[in-house]
């Protein structure tokens, strides 16, 4: 059953379900982290239910164009966007990330934000039953490579891509950046306590950017030893 959620940002609401799918604070962190341009053109690539998209239209001008393979998802970020009364910034296309070329011009686009499917597809065993789930989660139809691809053909030169994905990919993803000519230039990791491994990073590119100057940022705690949120993390879920 779906549901209208808050996203907890100037009044902004969000359709979803736990069925189909919800947003993650992942979602939460990229919007908030990641390059979003004043003006000009945004991507929210692999968008689900547009929580990413949704988010920065509070933070830019520009227009944001979602695009999700399941139609499900996309008629849910539709539904939110027009919920929210976006609709002369934000356009869904229910695409295949893979074509991305065939719906934007080469050199078009100034900002890519991409919160993408986590597992590879030979983790059979962790697949999610639900297909909705596994094809969020997994990379059944899109991988890292493919995106970096893409990615690269509609970015202006110094455009930006910012990611979302699982420390254990960070090597392969700088691999894949730098093959399609997507200069790594900063990384931020995620933690959910202090005392505990990475659970997430942020990673932002720039096509044909320079070489040098790569930043680690400091690290972002989610919650602290009391289990509650950190002050860090309520200020973004406050908006500041």
Known sequence: ME????LNFNGLKIIQSNEV????????LLAHFGYVPKKGKIIDLCAGNGAVGLLC??????????IELQPRLAEMAEQSIAL???EAQCHVH????????????HDTIDAILCNPPYFPVREQQLQNPNPHLAIARHEIYAEIEDIMQQASYVLKTKGHLSLVHRPDRFLPILEAMQRHQITPKKVRFIY???????KAMIIEGIKNGSKEGFIVEPPFIIQNENNEYTKEMMDIFHGK
Not at 3 to 6: A, F, M, T, V
Not at 21 to 28: C, M, N
Not at 192 to 198: E, F, G, I, L
Request: proline fraction near 2%; charged fraction near 35%.
């Open 192 to 198: 959910s306590k202090m005392d505990r491994p990475a």
């Open 94 to 105: 229910c695409a295949d990330l893979k074509e991305l070329s065939q719906y934007f011009a």
């Open 57 to 66: 239209t509070e933070k830019t001008k520009a227009s944001i164009d979602f």
């Open 21 to 28: 799918f919800s947003f993650s604070i992942d979602a939460v």
């Open 84 to 86: 929210n009364k976006k």
């Open 3 to 6: 549901r209208i959620d808050d």
